[in-house]
């Protein structure tokens, strides 16, 4: 399953942004997915994941203005960022446990948040 980032842009602090991240394939079966960015000069973070059971996690630095949803019968998987700040501008990417255990990433998609 190959895994395509859209969504990002250019927005003002505190405004919002919905990622998207298209399947070419079914994700039903894959447990855990999630969305991940890396700023330059910094290393690639796990933002946030989703199980296929809805169960999620967020990293300390995004609770309270993240979510993430995933929906199987479309092979998608989303990031809703609200309250966006600078410091969540990155390259973020979306990609299952194993592909970021073997650093298989897309091209993934920018988000720029200015001040």
């Known amino acids: 399953v190959q895994l395509v980032e859209s969504g990002g842009g250019l927005v003002q602090t505190g405004g919002s942004l919905r990622l998207s991240c298209a399947a070419s394939g079914s994700i039903g079966s894959i447990n855990s997915m999630g969305w991940y960015r890396q700023a330059p000069g910094k290393e690639r973070e796990l933002v946030a994941e989703i199980t296929s059971g809805g169960s999620t996690y967020f990293a300390d630095s995004v609770k309270g203005r993240f979510a993430i949803a995933r929906d199987n019968a479309k092979n998608m998987m989303y990031l809703q960022m609200n309250s966006l700040k600078p410091e969540d501008t990155a390259m973020y990417f979306c990609?299952?446990?194993?592909?970021?255990?073997?650093?298989?990433w897309g091209q993934g998609t920018q988000v720029t948040v200015s001040s």
């Open positions: 990609a299952d446990r194993d592909m970021a255990r073997y650093d298989q």
